[in-house]
C-alpha cells in the first residue's frame, strides 16, 4: 500500500503545467528547424554523451575510495544533468507541435520576419516571430506566445496596435511582413 502511495505522490508532482493529473500539458510549437535540431542534440545525448559519461564515470570508480572521490561524483553529476537533459527533449519533442512557416507576407504569423516601430520613433525593430523553445531576443527572435509576439499575431502591414508591458502601455506600427 505505502508503495501505491508513493507512485501516486511521484506521477502527482511530476505533472507541470497542468490543474489536474488527467489534464494533457500544452502544445510546445516549434519550427521543422528546430524540432530537427531537438531531434539531433536528443539522439547525440543518447548515443556520444551517454558512453562518454560511461567511460569517465568506470575510470573514475577505477581510483579507489568512491566517498572522497571527486572526480566519481563530478562524473555522477555530468551522468545526472545529461539524463535531465535526455528527458527534457524527449517531453519537448511528446508534447511539440511543428508549424509550418506562415506563407502569407500581408499577415503577421508563425515565421514570419517583421518590421516594426514605436509609436514617436523612427527606428525599425525587425523581428523574427518564432515558438517559446526557440525564442531568442539576441537573434532578434520573439516567442509567438510573449506580449509583443501575441499583439503581432494577425495583424497587416501598416496596421497600429497597443500592447501591455511592465513598464505600461506601448504603441507599434506594423512596418513590413515578409
Given at each position: 500500500?505505502?508503495?501505491?502511495?508513493?507512485?501516486?505522490?511521484?506521477k502527482?508532482?511530476?505533472?507541470k503545467?497542468?490543474?489536474?493529473?488527467?489534464?494533457?500539458?500544452?502544445?510546445?510549437?516549434?519550427?521543422?528547424?528546430?524540432?530537427?535540431?531537438?531531434?539531433?542534440?536528443?539522439?547525440?545525448?543518447?548515443?556520444?554523451?551517454?558512453?562518454?559519461?560511461?567511460?569517465?564515470?568506470?575510470?573514475?570508480?577505477?581510483?579507489?575510495?568512491?566517498?572522497?572521490?571527486?572526480?566519481?561524483?563530478?562524473?555522477?553529476?555530468?551522468?545526472?544533468?545529461?539524463?535531465?537533459?535526455?528527458h527534457?527533449?524527449?517531453?519537448?519533442?511528446?508534447?511539440?507541435k511543428?508549424?509550418?512557416d506562415?506563407?502569407?507576407?500581408?499577415?503577421?504569423?508563425?515565421?514570419?520576419?517583421?518590421?516594426?516601430?514605436?509609436?514617436?520613433?523612427?527606428?525599425?525593430?525587425?523581428?523574427?516571430?518564432?515558438?517559446?523553445?526557440?525564442?531568442?531576443?539576441?537573434?532578434?527572435?520573439?516567442?509567438?506566445?510573449?506580449?509583443?509576439?501575441s499583439?503581432?499575431?494577425?495583424?497587416?502591414?501598416?496596421?497600429?496596435?497597443?500592447?501591455?508591458?511592465?513598464?505600461?502601455?506601448?504603441?507599434?506600427?506594423?512596418?513590413?511582413?515578409?
Open positions: 500500500m505505502v508503495g501505491t502511495c508513493t507512485l501516486f505522490i511521484l502527482y508532482n511530476t505533472c503545467h497542468t490543474h489536474h493529473m488527467n489534464e494533457q500539458p500544452e502544445a510546445t510549437i516549434l519550427s521543422q528547424e528546430k524540432f530537427e535540431e531537438i531531434n539531433k542534440e536528443l539522439k547525440h545525448l543518447e548515443t556520444s554523451r551517454r558512453t562518454e559519461v560511461a567511460k569517465s564515470l568506470e575510470y573514475a570508480r577505477s581510483l579507489g575510495d568512491l566517498s572522497e572521490n571527486a572526480e566519481y561524483q563530478d562524473a555522477r553529476e555530468l551522468q545526472a544533468s545529461v539524463e535531465e537533459r535526455i527534457r527533449l524527449r517531453d519537448i519533442m511528446k508534447n511539440s511543428v508549424m509550418i506562415n506563407n502569407k507576407k500581408d499577415v503577421v504569423g508563425f515565421g514570419s520576419i517583421v518590421s516594426i516601430c514605436r509609436e514617436g520613433e523612427q527606428e525599425l525593430h525587425l523581428y523574427t516571430i518564432v515558438g517559446s523553445e526557440e525564442a531568442d531576443m539576441r537573434e532578434r527572435k520573439l516567442s509567438h506566445i510573449s506580449p509583443l509576439g499583439a503581432l499575431i494577425g495583424k497587416k502591414k501598416n496596421e497600429v496596435f497597443t500592447f501591455e508591458t511592465p513598464n505600461g502601455r506601448q504603441t507599434y506600427t506594423v512596418k513590413k511582413i515578409t
